[in-house]
Nanobody, 124 residues
Framework: QVQLVESGGGSVQAGGSLMVSCAGS????????MAWFRQAPGKEREFVAV????????DYADSVKGRFTISRDNAKNTVYLQMNSLKFDDTAVYYC?????????????????WGQGTQVTVSS
């Protein structure tokens, strides 16, 4: 059973940077497509970024493209989301998700494994 644990959330001022991490266990994480989603208060959860298994490409939501970078270290079973030029609207709980193989999917319904989330708060 794959388990995902996020870390690295916190509070930062607008324009600042933060990196969140997602450590996976219980499976060969290099074989999983990994993604980040976020949910702001009163809003639905939305796609942020995805990285393919064995580093087979990345995809980003338009709202974060050019500011966020997703990466993975398969030796450490960890996925990262580097967030730069943070905006107030980036405030949300950030969730890590995993799915077996597959393409760079944005739909959360396709992800079978989820972390508990980590809070990111950007003050304006």
């Amino acid at each position: 059973q794959v388990q995902l644990v996020e870390s690295g959330g916190g509070s930062v001022q607008a324009g600042g940077s933060l990196m969140v991490s997602c450590a996976g266990s219980g499976g060969t994480m290099s074989l999983y497509t990994m993604a980040w989603f976020r949910q702001a208060p009163g809003k639905e959860r939305e796609f942020v970024a995805v990285i393919g298994w064995m580093n087979t490409g990345t995809d980003y939501a338009d709202s974060v493209k050019g500011r966020f970078t997703i990466s993975r270290d398969n030796a450490k079973n960890t996925v990262y989301l580097q967030m730069n030029s943070l905006k107030f609207d980036d405030t949300a709980v950030y969730y890590c998700a995993a799915k077996n193989y597959g393409g760079l999917i944005r739909s959360e319904r396709m992800y079978g494994y989820w972390g508990q989330g980590t809070q990111v708060t950007v003050s304006s």
